[in-house]
């Protein structure tokens, strides 16, 4: 079983659609982050979350602690937005684990 | 630099042999990891250097595998005796440690194709 759980695996979106994935974790953190990975392969982190709620542009994400859960919203998405967005959770050892990863395609 | 570079960007090997890939994390960064993706898969988890602690080795595939990382800042990846299977790209990533409060870093990648 993998520490990291995300889903969908894949989502196909129309433009201007609101968007949410999902991630759960089984371990404890010190901090969730979530990760956008462009077709080219770069790698850019979009939030740190060690709790509550954090807002960047049409970007949302949220994390519950007791639940081990955290979402990644995303609002009027473009296509542009169409990548694949990874959850990431570091342990209190400093190591990471990642989710395979939520392929998003926004379509015009 | 700016942010985490790695070279080479590209590389392709033939079979049997030896690659290096380089990662030059940002400076000041104390933590230091190595992952890798093969097509349509997650990220793989190598090995990760902290500071002058000994590297967690854990996630090295084969002992065809090895990394350094010198005066605790560029680190290499060794590949002996390259094989098919080990194409895929290799991704470097940095954080500031201690503290929860810092994000990770991630370098564009080097892509490795053995023919």
């Known amino acids: 079983k993998n520490e990291v759980e995300q889903s969908p695996q894949n989502l196909t979106a129309q433009e201007g659609e609101f968007i949410t994935i999902n991630c759960s974790y089984s371990?404890?953190?010190?901090?969730l982050h979530w990760l956008q990975q462009h077709p080219g392969g770069g790698i850019v982190s979009l939030f740190m979350l060690s709790s509550g709620k954090k807002k960047h542009g049409r970007l949302i994400a949220t994390i519950n602690i007791q639940e081990k859960h955290s979402s990644l919203h995303i609002t009027a998405s473009h296509p542009r937005d169409s990548a694949v967005y990874i959850c990431a959770v570091r342990n209190t050892g400093n190591q990471f684990y990642f989710g395979t990863g939520t392929s998003l395609t926004v379509i015009p | 630099g700016a942010g985490v570079s790695q070279s080479p960007s590209n590389k392709v090997t033939e079979k049997g042999k030896d690659v290096e890939l380089r990662c030059d994390p940002i400076?000041?960064?104390?933590?230091l990891y190595w992952y890798r993706q093969s097509l349509g898969q997650g990220l793989e988890f190598l090995i990760y250097f902290q500071g002058n602690s000994a590297p967690d080795k854990s996630g090295l595939p084969s002992d065809r595998f090895s990394a350094e990382r010198t005066g605790g800042s560029v680190s290499t990846l060794t590949i002996q005796r390259t094989q098919q299977e080990d194409s895929a790209v290799y991704l470097c990533?940095?954080?500031?440690?201690?503290?929860?409060?810092?994000?990770?870093?991630f370098g564009e990648g080097s892509w490795l194709t053995v023919v």
């Open positions: 371990v404890g953190i010190s901090a």
């Open positions: 990533a940095s954080s500031v440690i201690p503290g929860s409060g810092n994000t990770i870093y």
């Open positions: 400076s000041g960064h104390t933590a």
